[in-house]
């Protein structure tokens, strides 16, 4: 099957809000965005704006049914949640259809009462959720006072919230998110308990009345990245920053209750898109240290090396006396701005602040630098590179292959640019790492021009020097000779 024809799918099972701000048009609208194609069971329909619900209409389980057998009989569904439900008949409805096509990877927003008050999910609804749903989930995403029903018990506190999600745990679903938007103070604190492992993420709070849709877009966007391969817990790691993002920028639409603006995401969908579309064949990787600290002869460098068609620029300062970060953020936005007009990436080496702070492409770090996670946690916008000189290396590296653009392989042959260089490896060694490799292999360390081709041969996708090009007396000729022939 071709890539493209690749695009992950999930599954939306929910109520349709005639508003357009919650409910099922809230999923669609945000798994769009985060780049999955989103299908639909419609669990039952409202008459609903901003103000309220007017009407509420659940759809015949006979057409739940044959909405599901179309679905799952014709896409790859990766990942699946359910919003507005109703009542019990209905919750058992889809419970049913849950377990008849092995759904796996079910969020459940559990929705009971819309924004103005209005009830979604009836007594036997509750009951049939906690006795027939919940133990076939992966993830629940209750706000308090769904906890307090699911849990049986009234929140006031972190740590209220914490014996919530253990007692909704023990219905049989193994990771509880609970949101506290509803409690008192400045700030949002959502506590999730996945396995055994917890943890509180913390927002700003956000005092408007424009949040309609809010659990919706969550539970969308954590159900998206889950259909994208992404892990659970970065999943909600994302997600949170998603809606910390959004929240603040509400749309001004209708009397009551508005919307959010699900598309609001900074650089949307570069982190997402398919990488493999990215080039990652030919990179320049420089700092002054290596233009003997000339700051106009950085600039006409990387600009040359950009016309002549390198694909990624990486800024690396590694000197013995290293510029500030206001004078390395200098270099790297004037560095952003000659890449702008060819369209060539730029990765900032180590320093993820300077990444974001330069609004650069991504970040190239190695086995010491920054945490994957740590670095997807904080600006999900960002590319990522990550260092690998050893099958050993690559094998504890395995978790965060989703999260990676590329790896830097090397160095493979002796350099005496990078002092603290590993031991070489060789071409046998790159293309042992490059057949166990699932993400594309960039080769470093000592190639140049007369080695290129060999490099290509032994497997990797693309190539990073420094001296080749900072030492080149034909820039131009250079990148020629070490691109692919
Ligand atoms: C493409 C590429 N591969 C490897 C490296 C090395 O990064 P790292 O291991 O972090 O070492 P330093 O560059 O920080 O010395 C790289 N920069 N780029
Ligand atoms: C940054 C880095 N990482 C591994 S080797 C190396 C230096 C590459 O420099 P050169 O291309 O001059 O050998
Ligand atoms: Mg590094």
């Known amino acids: 099957m071709r890539e493209a024809q690749q695009y992950p799918t999930a599954l939306t099972i929910a109520g349709s809000d005639s508003g357009g701000g919650a409910g099922m048009q809230a999923d669609i609208k945000t798994m769009q965005h985060f780049s999955v194609f989103s299908t639909n069971v419609v669990v039952g329909l409202t008459a609903q704006n901003t103000l309220g619900v007017q009407g509420a209409y659940p759809t015949d389980p006979a057409a739940i049914a044959a909405q599901f057998e179309s679905v799952m ?5 990766r990942a699946a949640k359910t919003g507005a439900l109703f009542d019990g008949v209905r919750v058992s409805e889809v419970a049913r259809n849950v377990e008849r096509f092995h759904i796996k990877q079910l969020v459940i927003d559990p929705v009971m009462v819309a924004k103005g008050g209005a009830p979604l999910l009836d007594k036997e609804g509750v009951a049939a959720m906690k006795r027939e749903l919940l133990p076939k989930a992966l ?4 706000n308090i006072p769904e906890a307090e029903l699911l849990a049986g018990l009234t929140i006031q506190t972190e740590a209220d919230m914490a014996e919530a999600a253990h007692r909704i745990q023990e219905l049989g679903v193994p990771n509880v998110l609970v949101k506290g938007g509803h409690l008192e103070g ?3 604190l959502n506590y999730a308990l996945l396995g055994d492992d917890s943890f509180v993420l913390k927002g700003k709070k956000v005092h408007t009345a424009r949040k309609h849709g809010t659990g919706d ?17 970065q999943a909600i790691l994302i997600g949170n920053d998603y809606m910390n993002h959004i929240v603040a920028q509400p749309l001004f639409i209708g009397h009551g209750h508005g919307p959010l603006n699900q598309a609001l995401w900074p650089n949307p969908n570069q982190r997402f898109n398919n990488t493999n579309e990215l080039d990652f064949s030919c990179q320049l990787v420089v700092g002054l240290e290596n233009v003997g600290g000339d ?5 006409s460098l990387v600009k040359e090396a950009c016309l002549a068609g390198v694909t990624v620029v990486q800024y690396r300062e590694k000197g013995t006396v290293r510029p500030s970060f206001l004078e390395e953020l200098a270099v790297a936005k004037v560095l952003k ?3 702008r007009k060819t369209k060539t990436l730029l990765f900032i080496d180590d320093n993820v602040d300077l990444a974001i702070a330069a609004d650069a492409d991504g970040v190239h770090v190695g086995q010491d630098d920054a945490s994957v996670q740590s670095i997807v946690k904080k600006a999900p916008e960002l590319l990522i590179g990550l260092s690998i000189s050893t099958m050993a290396e690559l094998e504890a590296s395995q978790a965060a292959m989703p999260d990676l653009a590329y790896i830097g392989v090397g ?5 005496t640019t990078k002092k603290d260089a590993k031991p070489t490896i060789g071409l046998e060694g790159l293309r042992e790492i490059k057949e166990a490799a699932t993400v594309p292999v960039v080769a470093i360390g000592g190639i140049n021009e007369e080695r290129a081709q060999a490099v290509y041969q032994h497997g990797a996708d693309g190539l990073a ?6 030492k080149s007396t034909n820039i131009a000729k250079t990148v020629q000779r070490l691109c692919k022939d």
């Open 186 to 188: 400045d700030e949002v």
């Open 217 to 233: 877009t969550l539970s969308a966007a954590i159900t998206a990245m889950l259909a994208r391969g992404i892990s659970l817990k």
């Open 139 to 142: 993830l629940v995403t209750p």
């Open 465 to 470: 020097v420094i001296s080749a090009i900072t």
């Open 295 to 299: 700051r106009a002869k950085l600039f």
């Open 337 to 339: 701005e000659i890449c």
């Open 73 to 77: 009989t014709d896409f790859d569904i």
């Open 411 to 415: 160095p493979v042959f002796k350099t």
